[in-house]
């Protein structure tokens, strides 16, 4: 008899991949850039233009794309979104300057803007309430797996394909995926042919009724602290996505190999980081039933972390120290990707898309500003160590600003308050 696969592992297991998928598809262009940049003849600011091109629309789709998943559902809203980003990276593949490289980064991140929110919603059905801080995790270490290994795989494909080849092959990729997606997924958990009544036991209930209206002025009022704490990570987050090949290649004057791999083996520490902390997360939720204890212990400890770890790079420049410190920086500013992202689902439990969305325009506005603002330092100063300098002021303020976070107070604007200090578990 053959071995047969939990339903709920299998969507997990799906969603694991398109998190691997698209943070491939949107980091690619770091380790290309410097190929592209020779070719179309561009410079470091111009470079960075091209590294926020796909935060514009991933910004706008975060609270659209979060209230698109909420009210289409996630199959539907994965499956096109899938299509899109796929056909994005594969255009990238055939660009001719500047002006059409801006597009096709810009449709890519049209594309993925709704993938994180509308995974949220899926989660939120499909992943028991206690298991939520390691299903963020895992997902997330994904993506970060997928930040790992683009640039040994991105490095090969150009030597093998030119840069214009791997965009494409990379989008085909994509395009499978999204197919197999809408082929096994159901929005409802019950309305799947595999799923078990042991699993559908151990998933939260379903609110039943009309899907209630968001209540848009509450709900941001709530969320905003966390928006904050997480454009601080964001920053950090995408100057290392974005510039930390080149950092490797152009400071250090490595080949594309050589920088390829060690930003790779940066990459991987984050990682192990997401899963960490995830779990970390979900341990003290279990043990203590603090959930603001729970989330926000992880967050601090990661922003603390991150910060101490960046700081020797700013008087020690050999290149191992280098990476061995920006690699424990990333590990711990990855540590608050579980709990962060548990949050939304802590506090709005029935708006859980568009309070994620919400939370991850945050990280969306750094994707602009913090490519933008490196590019614009580099050029100007020709130092490659300032944008980490800055990150380190942004991983101090997210540690403060994570006590403004109140996971622990269920949101229930539409129903009532509940009474002063309650914790409810979120369904």
């Not at 899907?211 to 969320?223: D, K, N, T």
């Not at 490519?371 to 330092?377: D, E, I, K």
Request: net charge positive.
């Amino acid at each position: 008899m053959g071995v047969r696969f939990k339903a709920t592992h299998v969507v997990l297991a799906m969603l694991c991949a398109m998190y691997f998928i698209t943070y491939v598809d949107r980091v690619n262009i770091g380790t290309a850039a410097g190929e592209i940049q020779k070719e179309l003849g561009l410079s470091n600011t111009q470079l960075g233009l091209v590294f926020s091109a796909f935060a514009y629309p991933y910004l706008l789709f975060q609270v659209i794309g979060g209230w698109v998943g909420d009210h289409f559902g996630p199959r539907k809203t994965l499956f096109w979104c899938g299509m899109i980003w796929a056909a994005a990276t594969i255009m990238t593949g055939f660009v001719n300057g500047l002006a059409a490289l801006f597009v096709a980064r810009f449709a890519l991140g049209f594309g993925e803007g709704a993938t994180f929110p509308t995974a949220t919603r899926a989660m939120q059905y499909w992943t028991p309430t206690n298991r939520r801080g390691f299903a963020q995790g895992l997902t997330h270490s994904f993506a970060r797996l997928g930040n790992a290994v683009t640039p040994p795989v991105v490095a090969l494909l150009i030597l093998w394909l030119t840069w214009r080849g791997a965009f494409v092959v990379l989008g085909f990729v994509s395009l499978i995926w999204g197919v197999i997606w809408v082929w096994y997924f159901r929005n409802e958990p019950k309305e799947h042919a595999s799923i078990t009544e042991a699993e559908l036991a151990a998933l939260p209930p379903r609110p039943t009724g009309e899907r209630p209206r968001v209540p848009w002025g509450p709900l941001l009022g709530r969320m905003w602290p966390v928006t904050l704490t997480y454009f601080c990570y964001g920053w950090c987050l995408w100057l290392y996505l974005n510039w930390l090949p080149l950092f490797f290649k152009n400071n250090y004057s490595l080949d594309i190999k050589n920088s390829a791999l060690f930003a790779s083996g940066v990459f991987f520490a984050g990682v192990v980081g997401d899963s960490v902390g995830g779990v970390l997360s979900d341990k003290i939720l279990d043990r203590t039933g603090n959930v603001r204890l729970a989330r926000l212990s992880v967050t601090v400890a990661g922003f603390t972390g991150a910060l101490l770890s960046l700081f020797p790079i700013l008087f020690v420049h050999d290149i191992t120290i280098v990476a061995l410190c920006l690699s424990a920086g990333f590990f711990c500013a990855e540590l608050v990707i579980g709990p962060m992202w548990s949050i939304p689902m802590d506090i709005a439990p029935k708006y859980s898309g568009t309070a994620s969305g919400i939370m991850n325009t945050g990280s969306a506005f750094a994707a602009i500003v913090s490519p933008l603002v490196a590019g614009f330092v580099i050029d100007v100063t020709g130092n490659w160590y300032l944008p980490f300098l800055m990150s380190m002021g942004l991983l101090l303020l997210g540690g403060f600003s994570a006590f403004l976070m109140h996971p622990e107070r269920p949101f229930a604007e539409a129903e009532g308050r509940l009474p002063s200090g309650r914790v409810v578990a979120a369904e």
